[in-house]
């Protein structure tokens, strides 16, 4: 009994202690959270979901979330104009980037000022989780209640995009005195919504195949289809569809590295050695795959590819024990298939390509620790990013605040590519059209999707946009078959993101090449594309995480992935290739790109829409039911002659970028 007596007298000196640091923090900083005078408020950090309509009333007082306050770039206008002065053909300044040290040194925040910001969320008994090199913003932790009371607000959950997030109530503030140094405070959970941005083939999403279907043995299927290694390996026979068409191809077991190389014209260039040796493509995704050297290593070698070493593949990853946030961000299993998509894809285009994996203690601030990382250090010119926000529902102030990364990146010379997303429009999860950020920043190269047959000879038989409708084929009373809606059918299981951003106006870039009825003065997203579809997908090797607690792998397995994921990954190592090839840095690729579309108008591969569509036979082995998979039906989004909002310019050739890279335009 004196023992427990003692414990509980424990506790309870500590939860004073915490309490009392908490009021100190408030003391020391000049005022305290009920003195609003002394306090400037922060409107744009509060996320545009958090109503009164959604509120779902007050969090609970003990639960931990992460918080991230951003400091002003000290020359914004400055940091815009090297930004596209380096990345304009047309420029004087065209190439001439600044070294990580030198744009520290010019446009970050004072250390005296970044100093400032450190002592004060110290002093108030947070926990730091994270700081760049460039002093941009502040990383950290703690429970609600700290974060209300530090910051002049109350926490509550909101409903939003199907979950229950966090987010403050009211504008925060913090002490007069600290507000020149600070531009956004976030501490709400918008950005927990980031998710890969990958599909693997037979995930039907929450319309799918019944979960009774998952306890049970599959049912026979209406029609026997056997995956196809290329277009046209195995065709069925359908009911009539488009045009009264019955022949249709099997969905593809998922493409192989050689296949995507001959596909994109590489394989004659990578016989010459032309295969991204010299050049590092770097990765970022949240957390860390257990499995990742040896999973590339088995598939590289079934697919006689060959393998990474620890000079070719290197990763700066935390702990196990630093993972935060894990059951918000989908758990370590569920990026682990984004890690393995995205290493192997990028070696498969370009097999002499160093790749470096930089992991994220999370899917919210982690990530831009990750990315500091990179951009602080130089560590690579090409930068893949295979995730993204559900749209553009992150506050106006902290998007400014990862704009300014991004600002970072294009005067260093280095280019980002973000995957557009997997969802369309987002109607389905916003209830109104967005392009997904980042990929809607005119500051990255955004990624789009497609659906490619390539055919036996390794050539492409066909392309258009990917967007996934599903009709299910059923046996009627007297033995026949027959669809169960009309075509294509009402059940969208996936396409590439896109559209008109609200909050970009549109950049220079873009004007007179994206039609000015679609864009209306704003951003429009993707740029460029490449394949997506997982139902023409790519074939990966993994060992599954079978436990998300001690991260234990299951047998290695084949599976077939797509998502803009893949895109964006692709279009990297294509990158890499280019640069490799004509010994330059390309850096922030898109007004280069938009201006060769000015003086080439041909030049890109133009994905258009398919007359009649196209469309593929599925099975699911879950459920056994077989699907008409009509492609080309990305929700509002449409592909069209020139630039669209599903694949942007069109597909990226080799030939293409090589002719930008050497200067000709």
Not at 246 to 272: F, H, I, V, W
Not at 527 to 549: E, K, M, N
Not at 605 to 621: C, E, F, G, I
């Amino acid at each position: 009994m004196a023992l427990r007596t003692t414990r509980s007298l424990h506790k309870r000196a500590l939860g004073i202690v915490a309490t009392t640091t908490a009021v100190v923090a408030l003391s020391l900083a000049g005022t305290s959270a009920a003195n609003a005078a002394d306090r400037v408020p922060y409107a744009g950090s509060v996320p545009a979901w958090a109503t009164p309509a959604n509120d779902a009333g007050a969090a609970a007082a003990d639960t931990t979330v992460q918080g991230e306050i951003y400091l002003p770039l000290r020359d914004q206008k400055g940091a815009e104009a090297l930004a596209k002065a380096v990345s304009n053909p047309l420029d004087r300044g065209y190439r001439k980037a600044l070294s990580p040290q030198q744009w520290i040194n010019r446009f970050s925040p004072t250390q005296a000022d970044f100093d400032s910001v450190v002592n004060f969320i110290k002093t108030a008994g947070l926990t730091i989780q994270g700081v760049p090199d460039s002093r941009q913003y502040v990383v950290f932790r703690g429970t609600a209640e700290q974060l209300g009371s530090v910051f002049g607000t109350s926490l509550h959950s909101y409903n939003h995009a199907d979950r229950k997030l966090v987010a403050p109530s009211s504008a925060p503030s913090v002490p007069t005195a600290l507000a020149s140094k600070v531009s956004a405070i976030s501490i709400e959970q918008s950005r927990t919504t980031t998710r890969p941005d990958s599909i693997k083939q037979g995930d039907l999403g929450s319309s799918g195949d019944p979960t009774v279907a998952r306890k049970f043995a599959a049912a026979a299927p209406v029609i026997d289809t056997p995956c196809s290694h290329y277009i046209g390996e195995h065709t069925v026979t359908v009911p009539p569809a488009y045009n009264g068409q019955t022949q249709y191809s099997t969905n593809n077991c998922g493409y192989t590295p050689q296949q995507l190389r001959s596909a994109y014209g590489l394989d004659t260039l990578g016989k010459k050695g032309v295969n991204g040796t010299g050049q590092t493509v770097a990765i970022i995704d949240a957390y860390a795959s257990p499995s990742i050297l040896k999973d590339v290593n088995s598939y590289s070698q079934q697919n006689g590819e060959p393998g990474l070493t620890n000079s070719s593949y290197q990763q700066l990853v935390p702990k196990p024990s630093e993972f935060t946030d894990q059951e918000l961000c989908q758990q370590p299993s569920g990026w682990q298939g984004e890690q393995t998509l995205d290493v192997e894809s990028v070696h498969a285009i370009a097999p002499g390509a160093r790749i470096l994996y930089v992991g994220g203690t999370d899917c919210g601030g982690g990530l831009d620790i990750a990315m500091s990382k990179i951009l602080d250090n130089k560590l690579a010119n090409i930068v893949s990013n295979s995730y993204g926000n559900v749209g553009e529902a992150v506050p106006a102030d902290v998007i400014q605040g990862e704009v300014n990364l991004q600002l970072q990146a294009a005067g260093e010379g280095i280019g980002l590519y973000f995957s557009s997303g997997d969802n369309g429009d987002e109607v389905a999860n916003l209830g109104y059209a967005s392009p997904d950020f980042p990929a809607s920043s005119p500051w990255v190269t955004s990624v789009g999707g497609t659906s490619t047959g390539i055919d036996k000879n390794g050539k492409i038989a066909w392309e258009t946009g990917w967007g996934d409708q599903f009709d299910q084929i059923v046996k009627n009373a007297d033995g026949t078959l027959s669809y169960a809606q009309p075509l294509p059918g009402t059940r969208f299981v996936g396409g590439a993101g896109g559209g008109v951003s609200a909050v970009f106006a549109q950049p220079d870039y873009q004007r007179g090449i994206v039609p000015q009825a679609l864009a209306q003065g704003k951003r429009v997203s993707p740029d460029v594309a490449a394949l997506a579809d997982p139902y023409t997908g790519f074939q990966i090797g993994i060992r599954p995480i079978v436990d998300d607690t001690t991260l234990a792998t299951g047998d290695y397995i084949n599976e077939t992935y797509g998502g803009t994921s893949l895109a964006a990954p692709i279009v990297a190592a294509q990158i890499a290739i280019v640069q490799q090839a004509t010994r330059s840095t390309i850096g922030f690729a898109n007004p280069t790109l938009y201006g060769v579309k000015r003086i080439l108008p041909n030049a890109f591969r133009d994905v258009l829409p398919q007359n009649p569509p196209q469309a593929l036979v599925y099975t699911s082995k879950i459920s056994g039911n077989t699907y008409l998979v009509t492609l080309d039906q990305d929700t509002s989004l449409k592909t069209a002659k020139g630039y669209d909002d599903v694949t942007g310019l069109g597909g990226v050739s080799f030939d293409l970028l090589s002719w930008v890279a050497q200067g000709r335009h």
